[in-house]
Each structure stands twice: as C-alpha cells, then as structure tokens.
C-alpha cells in the first residue's frame, strides 16, 4: 500500500511539473494552450535522442532537454502564440489544437509511431529499501527533482524582483505596463520556462508515462484536469491537485481497475460545476 | 395609495463593500418615482437587486405585495417588472422589430413556439409597429441594431421594456449619453408613459428629474438618505450638500 | 402608411426570412440530382451527407445559441453505438426505427448532460464537453464485452430498409437513406430556427443579460436546443453505423469533435448550410490529401486550423459572406410587396 502511495506521490509531482506551466499560462495570460504536452513530448523525445542516440548521460540530457524545450517554446511563442494572444478562448483552442495535430503527426513521421523507452543508467534500475519498504530508484528521483523544482518555482515567485514583477502583470496588465515592467518580455521568458519545465517533465515522464506520438492528445486531459481543479492563481494549487489526481489516479486503477480512469474525469466535472466560473475567472482588479 | 413595489431590509454586500444597506423602498402604483444620489450610491445595484440580476444578501422584495425575492430574472419580467439599462443591452445583429418581437412573443406565451414562423401571429406583428410607432423607430426598424444611431438605440433599449407591458416600469439613467438635441424625445416618452404603469426612474439630469418626479428618494452609500416631494428635496440642505452641491457651489 | 398595413408589412417582412431563396433550392435540386448524377461517389457522398448532419447538430448549438462544444462526438457515439447494438442483437431490425430510437437515445444524453453547459465561460464549456466525451470513450473501452472495446463492435448486419431496400455494396441504398434523413432533419432545423424559439436562441447568444430581461427563460431554451442537437449528432451516428455496418472507438474520439469544429468554422456558423459546405470542403480536402499522405494527414487539418486562426474567423466568414448575404435578403419577395403597399398607401 505504501509503494502505491509513493508511486502516486511519484505521479502526482511529474504531473505537476508537467501541468505547472500551463497553469502558469493560463492564469498569466489567459491563455489556454492546449499544445502544452507537445512541448513534453518535445522534452521527451530530445532525452530519447541525447542518451539512445548521443550517449549523453541521463542526468546531463535532463538540463539540456528543458533548455532545448524552453528555446522552442520562446521560438514558437514569439512568432506564433504572440499573434493569438488576444483572440477568444475558442480561437486558442482551436489554434493550439491544430499545433498538437500538426506536432502529432511531424513527430509520427521524424520517429515513427511506436513507443519509445529512454535507456537509463544501471544505477536508476531496481528498487532500494527505506524503512522497510521497497521504493523504485527512478521514481524517488523523480519525487527528488520535482520537489526542489517547486521550491525553487516558490521561491522565485515569492523571492525574486522577477517573480513579484510577474506577479504584477498577473494581476493588471496595464498598471504593471505602466510600471515599466516590460510585460511582453514577462510573458516571453514565462512561456519559455513553462514550456520548458514541460520539456523537463516529458523527459522524466517518458519512462513512467510512456512516449509516443500521442502523447500530447493522452495528457492533454490530465493536464487541464490539474489546472481546473488546482485553479491558476497559485503554485500550491495546482500542486495540491496533482497529488490529489497522481494518487487518486494509481490507487484507483489499482483498487478499482474497472473504475479507475473515471475518477479524474468524474472530479474534472463535478469541480467545473461547483466553480464554473470561480476556477478560470481573472483575480484582481478589473 | 397601494404599494405596487416595496423592499424590507434589502442588503446586498460584495465581500466587505456595502452596496445597499437596510433600503426600505416603497413605490406606489401608478408613481411617478425618482431616485437620485451621487456616483456609486448603489442605483444601478438597487435595480439589478429588483430585477433579479444580483441577490440580495439580506432582506425582501415585494411586486404587489407578492415576494418575488428568489425568482429569476425572467420570472419577474412575466410578472410584472421590466427595466431598461444605463448601458445599452440590445441584441447587435437583429432588428428592432426582430427585438420588439422577442418581447411581445414572450408575454404572449408564445416565445417558446418551435413550429410556427416568426411574424405569423398578427397580434404579434401588430403590437410590435404600434410599439415602434410610439417610440419613432418605423423609419430604421428593418435595420441591424449595431448599425443604429446612438438615440435610437437609446429608444429602443426603452421599447423593448416597454413592449413586456410591464405594471413596473424601472428606467436606469435613459437620457444617459444621448445627444442634448434628441434629449426631448426621451423626455416626451417618458412622460407619454401610461399612467396605470408604475415608474422608477434613475436619473442624474436634474431637468428630466424635476420634470417628470411627483416623489423623489435620495440613496447615498447604499443607504435611503432621505425621501420626499420634488419641492422638498429641492429645498433640503443635506441632500444639497451630499449630491446637489458636489458640483462645487452651495 | 396605415398602421394596419404597416403591421401587414412587417409581418410578411417577419415571414420572409424564412422564405426559400433559389440558391437552396438549387442546393438541394442538387444533392438530389447526385443520386443519378454521380453514382460512382456515393460512398462519399453518404459520407458527406452523415458529416453535414453532424455539423448541423453543431451548427444548432454553436451557431444559433453559442454554447461552444469540443464532445459533440459524445452523442455521435452514443448513437452509433445504440444502433449498432440494436441491430447486432436484433432488438430493432428496421433500421429506419432503429435509427430513431438511436437518435432518442441521444437526445436524452444530451437532457440529462445539458445541465453541464448551462453556466460558465466559453473555457467551462469546452472543458465540461470534452471531458464528458473522454468519460464516454472510457465506458466504451471498459466495457469491451458490449462494445467490443478496441476491435470495434463485430458482426452488426443491417436489415434491409423497411424490409424492401437492401444496402449494396455500392453504397445506393445507403446515399438515397442518409440524404433522406439529412434532408428531413434540415427542414426540421430550418423550422426550429425560424421560429420564435430560434430567434431567441439568437437573443440568448447575443445578449443573454438582455435576453432574460425580456423574459426569455435562458436555461429552459438551452436545455431544450441542446437536447435537439444531442439527437441530431445521434442520428448522424447511427447513420454511420448502418451505412457501413460497423461502428468502433473512432466514433467518440477527441477528433471527431476537433474536425466537427473546422468544418462548421471553414462553412461557417450560424446560417444552417455552413456545416453542409463545410463538410463537403472537409471531405474533399481529406480524400485528396488521404489520397497523398494517407498517415500524415492530420497534420494538414492542423495546419489548416492554425491558419484558419491566424488569419482570423471573422476574416474567413467574410469570404463566405456573399453566399450568406445572399441567403439572407429573403426579403425581396417582401420589399415588392412592401412597395406595392406603400404605393396603396399613398394613394388612399
């Protein structure tokens, strides 16, 4: 019972760091990009190649795979996303839809269609014993690396002149623009690190979640699932809610395997019709 | 003299703001009833509290002596309520008779008809032109409502509550934003109004006021400062100082 | 002018909005003539026919009363799947019954799921909808036993249409039936939205707050028009699953929402006919570019929407605007009477 505790704490944090930038997104910019897990998939994919085709080692690749993540997304942020910034929701959905189609279907034709597994080093295999119960090596430095990760996001929001500058354009644009804070470049190194944590996340997700070229389209449910219920303004939000869904998600299919899929979707609702509009409504002053 | 709208107690709280506070509005049938106050008094909250569009926090409201507290929106409007808002709310892509005949189908009952065309019931058609006849909108009413100018749409944000043949009649601000030359014919509607219909009228132009006023109540901050004839109000030195004397003199 | 042909006059102009403009008649004079026209494309064609009635489900919701859905392949699935049970094992062997039955069984997904889209923002909605088709394929997958999960539902076999009419391999029987119900739900929708109820769906789109504040019962509406639509998407399902005697996973999944989305935005929303051009133009595209690269075709309809977005909606539906346009001056049947009137009137 304990390992699928872990294994859900496991989960839940890859999750988050996964779903974090989304959020990030979502209540910086109010902007749904449900290409999101393109730029996971984009992380996992270049770990695929740096340690299968390049030898890089695992460690080494995870660095490089959220710089190389974060880079695309500045890239596609700057020439694409900026366009799209203040269309509807429905024009965000349809646009970030199309970029998962077209990442679906680019990556079907680069690395073929089939699974792909990162070779991990010996040393990441098997399991070791704390206290008595068998924890998997890999998913502990999983909950290692996701969890310095969200002190360090925590810090940077709370602790930096960068964070309280984001912070600002959160909650008004135009005051914070009227500041002097250079909202636009705000938004360009945001979406940038947020795409990278994804990339960072496909990274270390790809053993546990599996990758292939779909990935973007299985997640992508998870990941909003986690913004719905965790909500936008904070980092503890949606923190919180991919613990709940990460162990909520494994005990479920472990317990209850005919029902276990269900819990998450059935959550997802249930919350958008309590809060409707509580979950995605614009905090401060408007 | 029977009360045709009357609140108890209404409250209505935003988190630590105070909208409207312990208001005891009573409108008599038939009234010619203004209600005046300086910016952020809470008017327009006090209209969208009677109409149903916010819900109170605390107390009652009364049409006819029936309580209509927990009724939606539409609710009120078939029984009795209709109001016009300070800011345009009209349908951009219809035509004025396509909104006037939203309005009359549904007190007709028959808004919810799937079957039938649009236009086939004379009785609509023909109630929507006299509505349109009385408020000066033949000449544009097979136009696109966005493409109107300001005064018509300020006419027809009035024909479309008035075409619910409502017993009460709330005006938020009509003469709001409208042209000082095409003033007289907002002014002359109101007036033109049937005397069986009780009116509330929201105003800031005191000319309109005074004009069309038999009562007047000041809300200030939420709360009923005070209530009278239009003479009284006039003469008051509070509500000089509190509204009439905001402009800098008195 | 008299008031009394004043009132006569807006009501004729009232009535002529849903009066048939020769372009549709045109347009149907001919879907009906492809029947002997193209005989050689009526497998296509009853796929068009089947995605032109779902896209008018859409149309229904989307256009005419704004409720923006990403899981209109909910009720397509719940459909298609019904029908194919009832003729699998045999519950209902007309399919002309079976198909309504299928459709009424989706109507009432759409009743009792309707209370999901009533509140909330544009985001709520698409998440709501899409999270209840996901929920649905789940089911499906789960329960493979009745659905036959993955491989699909096996063994469906289609009686013959009101016991006369047996589905050719070549696709006539089917083309002549989907058109049919295409044709027949048209005018039902085209009823619906001329009428009273239609115009305040438009209302309720328009203005909601203004809407209920003459008196509209917002969430009754909705309901009401979700449900209908719900059924529509049902029907196109079980069309489907009759015309090819097979139904699988693909019916509930997230593209056939996405696609249904791109093709009522590529007809255009809210005129009825957008989802039928639309899905000619998607049918055709997908042929042709299948016919090329018949794997990597999505990445095509991605490209397409990113396009479609970046070059703006409304500078597409600006395009379609002439056809729109001309559908809509319905009214110069209304405008010769009208004059003829007013010359009446001068006169008297």
Not at chain 2, 115 to 120: A, L, N, S, T
Not at chain 3, 202 to 222: F, T, Y
């Amino acid at each position: 019972m304990l390992t699928i505790l872990f294994d859900g704490i496991a989960y839940g944090m890859l999750l988050f760091v996964l779903a974090c930038g989304l959020a990030v997104t979502l209540g910086l910019m109010n902007f749904v990009n449900l290409a999101h897990g393109a730029f996971a998939m984009a992380g996992g994919y270049c770990t695929v190649i740096l340690v299968n085709s390049w030898g890089i080692p695992f460690l080494a690749a995870l660095p490089l795979a959220f710089l190389s993540t974060a880079i695309l997304g500045l890239a596609f942020e700057r020439t694409l996303y900026i366009h799209v910034y203040g269309k509807s929701h429905l024009d965000q959905v349809l646009f970030t839809i199309g970029l998962v189609f077209m990442s679906v279907a680019a990556v079907d034709y680069v690395m073929g269609s089939s699974q792909v597994f990162v070779r991990l080093p010996s040393w990441l295999e098997g399991q070791i014993s704390v206290l008595g119960v068998g924890i998997g090596r890999y998913r502990l430095l999983i909950i290692i690396i996701c969890g310095l990760l969200t002190l360090l996001l925590q810090f940077i929001l709370a602790g930096t002149r960068f964070g309280s500058r984001l912070r600002a354009a959160v909650d008004d644009q135009r005051v914070a623009r009227g500041l002097g804070i250079n909202v636009g470049g705000v938004f360009a190194l945001t979406f940038a690190f947020g795409s990278g944590l994804a990339g960072l996340g496909g990274a270390l997700g790809a053993e546990i979640l599996g990758l292939d070229p779909i990935f973007p389209l299985k997640y992508m449910i998870y990941f909003l699932i986690v913004v719905t219920v965790g909500g936008t303004s904070s980092i503890t939000g949606p923190f919180l809610a991919s613990l709940l869904l990460g162990i909520g998600d494994v005990a479920g299919k472990y317990y209850m395997p005919t029902l276990g899929a269900f819990v998450i979707y059935s959550i997802m609702i249930l919350v958008l019709i309590w809060r409707p509009q509580g979950l995605f409504a614009r905090g401060g002053a408007r | 003299m029977t009360v045709m709208l009357e609140t108890i107690a209404l409250e209505k709280r935003f988190g630590g703001l105070v909208a409207a506070s312990n208001v005891a509005l009573k409108v008599e049938k038939g009234a010619r009833h203004a209600l005046i106050g300086p910016n952020g008094a809470g008017k327009t909250t006090l209209i969208n509290l009677l109409t149903g569009v916010l819900r109170p926090t605390a107390g009652r409201i009364l049409l006819d002596e029936r309580d209509i507290t927990s009724l939606k929106p539409h609710s009120r409007v078939k029984l009795g309520i209709a109001r016009t808002f300070q800011i345009n709310q009209l349908f951009a892509d219809l035509t004025p008779i396509e909104t006037v005949s939203l309005a009359v189908s549904e007190r007709l009952g028959c808004g919810k008809d799937w079957w039938r065309i649009v236009g086939r019931p004379r009785q609509v058609s023909d109630e929507v032109v006299k509505i349109l006849e009385n408020f000066r909108l033949v000449d544009v009413m097979h136009e696109r409502t966005a493409i109107l100018p300001y005064g018509k749409q300020r006419l027809l944000e009035i024909a479309v509550a008035v075409a619910s043949a409502p017993r009460v009649l709330l005006l938020d601000e009509p003469a709001a934003g409208v042209p000082e030359d095409e003033r007289h014919m907002i002014l002359d509607i109101v007036a033109g109004l049937p005397p069986d219909v009780t009116v509330l009228l929201i105003e800031h132009d005191m000319d309109l006021v005074f004009q069309f006023a038999k009562f007047i109540s000041v809300l200030v901050n939420g709360v009923l400062f005070v209530e009278g004839s239009p003479e009284a109000i006039a003469r008051d030195e509070r509500v000089r100082q509190v509204y009439l004397g905001e402009a800098g003199h008195g | 002018m008299s008031q009394q042909s004043l009132g006569e006059e807006v009501a004729r102009r009232l009535v002529a909005r849903a009066s048939w403009h020769p372009l549709e008649i045109l347009f149907w004079a001919a879907a009906l003539a492809s029947i002997y026209v193209l005989p050689g494309r009526h497998l296509i064609l009853t796929e068009i026919a089947i995605l032109g009635l779902f896209a008018l489900s859409l149309d229904l919701i989307l256009g005419y009363a704004g409720i923006v859905s990403l899981g209109q392949a909910a009720f397509f699935g719940f459909g298609a799947y019904t029908a194919g049970l009832l003729a699998k094992h045999e519950l209902v062997s007309e399919p002309l019954l079976a198909m309504i039955v299928s459709g009424v069984a989706a109507a009432l997904l759409g009743f009792v799921t309707s209370f999901l889209v009533l509140r909330g923002s544009d985001l709520t909605r698409i998440m709501v909808t899409l999270g209840v088709a996901l929920v649905l394929r789940e089911i499906a997958n789960r329960y493979a036993w009745l659905t036959g999960g993955a491989d699909g539902l096996q063994g469906i076999e289609i009686n013959p249409l009101l016991g006369l009419y047996r589905f050719d391999m070549y696709g006539h029987t089917a083309y002549c039936y989907a058109l049919g119900v295409l044709i027949v739900f048209f005018l039902l929708a085209r009823r619906i939205v001329h009428s009273p109820f239609g115009l305040s769906l438009q209302s309720i789109k328009g203005n909601p707050l203004r809407a209920s504040a003459v008196g509209i019962p917002i969430n009754g509406r909705l309901v009401a028009i979700y449900t209908i639509a719900a059924g529509y998407a049902g029907i196109a399902g079980a069309l489907l699953t009759q015309t090819t005697a097979f139904t699988s996973l693909s019916v509930l999944d997230f593209e056939r929402s996405a696609d249904l989305l791109l093709v009522l935005i590529i007809g255009g929303a809210g005129y009825l006919y957008g989802g039928l051009i639309g899905a000619i133009l998607f049918k055709l595209m997908q042929d042709y570019l299948a016919s090329l690269t018949p794997q990597y075709w999505p990445f095509w309809i991605g490209l397409l929407l990113v396009a479609i977005v970046l070059i703006g909606r409304e500078r597409i539906t600006s395009w379609t605007t002439p056809i729109r346009s001309l559908l809509a001056r319905l009214d110069w049947r209304a405008r010769r009477a009208a004059s003829a009137v007013a010359v009446e009137g001068q006169g008297s």
